[in-house]
């Protein structure tokens, strides 16, 4: 219930979406990635799971998608232990809150990255530290 008393205007970054209009999917995780945070940018490896994805990772030959809640995937399993993948809520398309999705380790977005995350439409609302357009008249 705390939800209905925030302030109107702020952005809360556990939310993901600029716009309601994000594809959301499930995906398999692959086991021994350890706790990933809501935002972490994921792919998908030849196996059919997904890891957290660096910048090598994010390559136009991968499908990428953002990790929509937060999901502890567990240790590696010890000699001879079978681990079970751990399903969790993906977006594939939609458009993000600037600074809300970040590579595996917590590493920001480069722009090159941004660029392929575009060409498989994860786009961002806008860019929070670009200059604010002035429009004043100066001079006479």
Do not use: H, W
């Given at each position: 219930?705390?939800?209905?008393?925030?302030?109107?205007?702020?952005?809360?970054?556990?939310?993901?979406?600029?716009?309601?209009?994000g594809?959301?999917?499930?995906?398999?995780?692959?086991?021994?990635?350890?706790?990933?945070?809501?935002?972490?940018?994921?792919?998908?490896?030849?196996?059919?799971?997904?890891?957290?994805?660096?910048?090598?990772?994010?390559?136009?030959?991968?499908?990428?998608?953002?990790?929509?809640?937060?999901?502890?995937?567990?240790?590696?399993?010890?000699?001879?232990?079978?681990?079970?993948?751990?399903?969790?809520?993906?977006?594939r398309?939609?458009?993000?809150?600037?600074?809300?999705?970040?590579?595996?380790?917590?590493?920001?977005?480069?722009?090159?990255?941004?660029?392929?995350?575009?060409?498989?439409?994860?786009?961002?609302?806008?860019?929070?530290?670009?200059?604010?357009?002035?429009?004043?008249v100066?001079?006479?």
């Amino acid at each position: 219930m705390s939800s209905l008393y925030e302030t109107i205007g702020t952005k809360n970054y556990k939310n993901l979406l600029a716009e309601p209009n994000g594809d959301p999917i499930a995906i398999p995780c692959k086991p021994g990635n350890g706790s990933l945070a809501i935002g972490t940018l994921m792919y998908r490896e030849a196996s059919g799971m997904y890891s957290p994805a660096a910048a090598a990772q994010a390559i136009d030959a991968n499908m990428l998608v953002v990790l929509g809640e937060d999901v502890d995937t567990g240790s590696a399993p010890a000699s001879g232990e079978t681990a079970v993948a751990e399903d969790a809520l993906a977006y594939r398309a939609g458009t993000f809150i600037e600074g809300t999705v970040k590579l595996a380790a917590g590493a920001a977005l480069t722009a090159a990255i941004k660029v392929v995350l575009r060409k498989q439409n994860i786009v961002f609302d806008q860019d929070t530290t670009a200059v604010e357009f002035d429009n004043t008249v100066t001079g006479s």
